[in-house]
């Protein structure tokens, strides 16, 4: 489950933390990449006295291909990039759906990474049949219940502390907890539906659920929902100026 990101640190885009991620490898293993690259050469160089035209050309390709290969085994396994990276392109994702759902008028608006005393929210969503708390997470095959639990758990707690944050801006309002599942195993998402108060989503289906609630009984409008964004907005940006 993603947490929230410090105040005053911005975000990273997924180039610039995989390059951050892979320096600090390449810093880490640098006598072994500085071996294995010797090693290459050598062959390359033998290569080169036994074979000729089309099938060194070949055996040269193989090389560079499986050097580049075990060097990103390498960088994948002894980093843990995968494990760190997948939340936040789950967050992206979700804001991705967000952005293209506010362009066709199915929701009012959304506020990103919402500081809050006691953690954050992922995105605060508001939409003509209420406000919710979308919390975005990353998963694969083979989930457990007690990660289930643990994914419920943190989206009730972000959504207890929307209520919090539109309370201080004067706003009060019930804010309804959704689990955002991305990843291989994000079908899981629809397969759960409601428990225990908490909405699951599939990231492929996040649309369509958006989509779902332009229409029935409104219970926003849209000058209060413009309101309510605006204060959020500069309630986000003075925490964040404070927390810096």
């Known amino acids: 489950m993603p947490r929230p990101r410090p105040a005053s640190v911005p975000a990273p885009d997924r ?3 995989g390059r951050m991620s ?13 071996l294995l690259g010797s090693g290459l050469l050598l062959l390359v160089a033998a290569q080169t006295l036994v074979l000729h035209g089309y099938w060194l050309g070949l055996a040269h390709g193989l090389l560079v291909g499986g050097f580049a290969g075990l060097v990103g085994l390498g960088f994948v396994v002894g980093s843990g990039i995968t494990f760190r990276v997948s939340p936040s392109w789950g967050e992206d994702d979700t804001r ?3 952005r293209a759902a506010k362009q066709r008028g199915h929701i009012f608006g959304w506020v990103d990474d ?33 990660t289930i639990q ?4 943190a989206a009730s707690s972000a959504a ?4 919090v944050a539109l309370r201080e801006v004067r706003r009060p309002a019930r804010v309804t907890p959704v689990v955002v599942v991305w990843g291989a195993d994000e079908s899981l998402g629809d397969a759960i539906g409601v428990h225990g108060g908490v909405r699951f989503v599939s990231g492929r289906n996040l649309k369509a659920w958006l989509v779902s609630h332009r229409h029935g009984e409104a219970s926003v409008d849209r000058v209060s929902a413009e309101a309510t964004l ?10 964040r100026r404070d927390g810096g």
């Open 230 to 239: 605006a204060q959020l907005k500069r309630f986000a940006r003075q925490s």
């Open 114 to 146: 919402l500081p809050v005393v006691g953690g954050g929210v992922d995105h605060l969503v508001v939409t003509p049949q209420g406000i919710y708390a979308l919390d975005s997470t990353w998963r694969s095959p083979g989930i457990a219940p007690v």
């Open 96 to 98: 991705q759906v967000l």
């Open 15 to 17: 180039m610039s933390f």
């Open 150 to 153: 643990r994914d419920l758990a």
């Open 160 to 163: 207890r502390r929307a209520e």
């Open 22 to 34: 892979f320096g600090r490898f390449a810093r880490r293993n640098l006598h072994s990449l500085l």
